[in-house]
């Protein structure tokens, strides 16, 4: 990997795969659209006014480190960040939005990252948007993504409906089509929730966060698992944010499940061994669950992630990857060595 800032090339560059970017033109698309208001209602019931009073201030003062390259790069300067691997906000899926906006909403998403990323070649890399909430649309705007050079897309947990019609979750049959584009074109999927459908059970303590994110993690994973979609489409590329949420640390319940009860046997083998074939992000913010998402997942399967620029986020990724004491081996592979051979691998558009 070239041009990535790195003093000694020799040496591999750390990598930052949970970064994201504010796209302003994707918000004046959406802007006075009916859905917009009731999804906006929805978010505001879920996280409780409490969370909504500090989170406007909190992205306001980050918007710089979200819009201006410059800014990012001398914050990634700082953090001792070579690379990071860009993808929209999660404010920006708007899976309310009907076809025709949804799909406006993603190829602005998509132009709008690459345009981003293309001011600071091989130091940044991109990820795009597909509308889950429109199956028959995402292998279409997966494509358009790949078409402006970036390296994949970003999705949620599922697609919640505001007007109160089923959610999309990622074992729909309809999805199938997206799998198997995203493992034939080598695409990288980045699973990050946003919201999360215990709603107002969570309005307060901004638990709608801590709690939420977690949880939208590990079930969104566990349909992944259970449904066989890892069973058909074995080489999807797939790397799950917050270090997987619940399920790293709590697979062995899964495990017992799959071997006493019929009804969870919906994928080929025990659910820990799927484990091995996803990557998950570093951003776990404690080092003893960072160094058991090691031993379950596998070494080479642990991504640095900050969440960069927010707060729930590290301000110093790497400080929190060297409390957690591995070996200098996993600790390269995890500071960059994983990710940087995930972002040198050709694709497919």
């Not at 041009?3 to 560059?13: C, I, L, Q, Y």
Request: hydrophobic share 40%; glycine share 10%.
């Amino acid at each position: 990997m070239t041009g990535t800032g790195v003093t000694d090339p020799r040496r591999t560059p750390t990598v930052d795969v949970h970064a994201h970017l504010l796209l302003p033109e994707v918000e004046e698309a959406v802007g006075g659209q009916a859905g917009l208001a009731r999804a906006r209602n929805l978010d505001a019931r879920r996280n409780g006014p409490a969370a909504l009073a500090v989170s406007g201030p909190m992205v306001g003062a980050r918007v710089p480190r979200l819009t201006d390259v410059a800014v990012r790069l001398a914050a990634m300067d700082a953090q001792g960040v070579d690379v990071q691997l860009v993808s929209p906000s999660p404010s920006h899926y708007h899976y309310w939005a009907d076809p025709q906006l949804a799909a406006t909403v993603c190829q602005l998403a998509n132009e709008g990252t690459a345009a981003h990323c293309a001011k600071a070649p091989g130091r940044l890399h991109g990820l795009g948007l597909v509308p889950l909430q429109h199956p028959g649309l995402a292998a279409e705007l997966l494509d358009h993504a790949l078409q402006q050079g970036l390296r994949g897309v970003e999705i949620s947990s599922h697609a919640p409906r505001p007007d109160g019609t089923r959610e999309v979750e990622l074992s729909d049959p309809r999805l199938d089509d997206f799998w198997a584009r995203a493992e034939e074109t080598g695409a990288l999927v980045f699973l990050h929730p946003f919201g999360c459908t215990l709603d107002e059970r969570l309005d307060q303590w901004y638990l709608s966060n801590t709690v939420g994110q977690p949880t939208e993690n590990a079930v969104a994973l566990s349909h992944l698992i259970f449904s066989g979609v890892l069973d058909r489409h074995p080489d999807l590329k797939l790397i799950a944010a917050h270090g997987g949420g619940y399920l790293p640390t709590h697979i062995g319940r899964s495990d017992h499940a799959w071997r006493v009860r019929p009804d969870a046997r919906g994928c080929a083998r025990e659910p820990s061994s799927y484990l091995r074939r996803l990557y998950f992000d570093s951003l776990v913010h404690d080092p003893h669950v960072l160094r058991e998402l090691l031993r379950v997942a596998g070494p080479d399967r642990v991504l640095l992630g900050s969440d960069f620029p927010f707060d729930m986020g590290t301000e110093d990724p790497l400080a929190a990857l060297r409390a957690a004491r591995l070996t200098d081996a996993d600790f390269d592979a995890v500071r960059g060595g994983n990710a940087a051979a995930l972002l040198q691998e050709g694709l497919t558009p």
